[in-house]
Each structure stands twice: as structure tokens, then as C-alpha cells.
């Protein structure tokens, strides 16, 4: 089995147990909030590739504006890709991981990389919990149907130019 990618461990045991090798990591998982300028585009990205315009609308009705996400970003999250001019790096490398983890449950090794330089391993662990979350929160409100919301925000069209993937009608 290969060396695992986290120097710490997870805190996964019962009250009064020994954590699963070791016990270095903060189970409050704050760094992504902390050092992303808008962690929310993350699990914008992740309800936006699983389709859940109900999610995705909500979130960006209330903190879209907030997290200082504006039209170019909002439809690039559901159309679009990492390298579209309004992410920065740091934004690129959070659509990146969503993108990855959606398609193959998975980060490579490279972009793991990148991401440790730039976040730290603790907001790697986030971002995967997040990730994780708002797929399965994603499977409820899709499989629920559940009806948008009056106030909820709409998946942006298409892209005309054909820029980027599609990914909503």
C-alpha cells in the first residue's frame, strides 16, 4: 500500500481511544475558510457539476455576492473551467481539486502537490470533506426533486462560444 499523503493523522476514534495514527490533526478543519478568498466556489463548483441547481441556487442567493463571486464567476462555476480568466490561481486550484474529485474521486499527485504549497494539508482534508458533502447533499435535492427556490439563483446558460465544458443546459 502506498505512504499515506497526510504527515498527521485523522482524530477517527471513539472518546478515550487512540486516534488512527497519531493524533496531530485539528478535527475543526477552519484553514480553507482561513486562507481561500472564496471557499464557497468550491462547493459551488461540486453542486454545480452534480447538477443541483437547487443547491447551487441557494448558496449563491445568499453568499454569492458575499464571497464576492460576480457574473463572470458564477458562470464560470457552472459552465466553465480553472482557467478562465476570473479565478486566480488560488481559485483555479479549488475548481481543479472539485473537478478531479467529481470525475474520479481522486486528486493526482501533481495537484496535490500544489494545493499542499498553497493551502496546507489541512485545508486539503476540508476541501475533501466539503466536497464530500455537498455530493451528497447534491444526491438528495436531485434525487428528492426537490422544487427550487423563489429566491434561489438559476444555473447560468450554456456557453455560446463553446469555451469551456458544458456542463448545465
Known sequence: MPAG???GSLPL???GEEALKGDSTDAGLPELSRRSRRGGESLDRVTALSGSEYEWGVHVAFFGKRAGLDAAMLD???NGSAD??????EDGLLIRACDQL???SNIDDPLWAAMTTEFGEMALIEILMLAGFYRTVSYLTN???LPLESYGARFPTRRASGDGPPLNP
Open 84 to 89: 478562465d480568466p476570473c479565478w486566480s490561481f
Open 143 to 145: 434525487a428528492l426533486r
Open 76 to 78: 464560470s462555476l457552472a
Open 102 to 104: 467529481h470525475a474520479g
Open 5 to 7: 499523503r497526510i504527515a
Open 13 to 15: 476514534a471513539a472518546p
